[in-house]
Nanobody
Framework: QVQLVESGGGLVQAGGSLRLSCAAS????????MGWFRQALGKEREFVAA????????YYADSVKGRFTISRDYAKQTVYLQMISLKPEDTAVYYC?????????????????????WGQGTQVTVSS
């Protein structure tokens, strides 16, 4: 059984930073892509960032490009989302996800349907 456990969320002031972690278990971590999505209250879930199976390619939503960085640690089977210059509009529940496939386009990585396992989410709140 694949499990994804997010951590690192919290309350931060605008302009601050947070690092989210997602610990994976249950299948070969190195073979699958990893992604971060978020869902704000009353809004649909949206793509934030993704990293391919090898860690070579990363993909970002335009709204976070230049502020967020996704990375993965194979020894720890963990994917990270480093967030800086946070804005109130970044407030949301952040979800980690994993899936198969290796197409090289941000569109493909942004599709939630291409991920087959999801974490429970971690709340990020950015105050103004």
């Amino acid at each position: 059984q694949v499990q994804l456990v997010e951590s690192g969320g919290g309350l931060v002031q605008a302009g601050g930073s947070l690092r989210l972690s997602c610990a994976a278990s249950g299948r070969a971590f190195s073979r699958y892509k990893m992604g971060w999505f978020r869902q704000a209250l009353g809004k649909e879930r949206e793509f934030v960032a993704a990293i391919n199976w090898s860690g070579v390619s990363t993909y970002y939503a335009d709204s976070v490009k230049g502020r967020f960085t996704i990375s993965r640690d194979y020894a720890k089977q963990t994917v990270y989302l480093q967030m800086i210059s946070l804005k109130p509009e970044d407030t949301a529940v952040y979800y980690c996800a994993t899936g198969a496939g290796a197409y090289s386009s941000v569109y493909y990585y942004s599709l939630s349907s291409t991920y087959d396992y999801w974490g429970q989410g971690t709340q990020v709140t950015v105050s103004s």
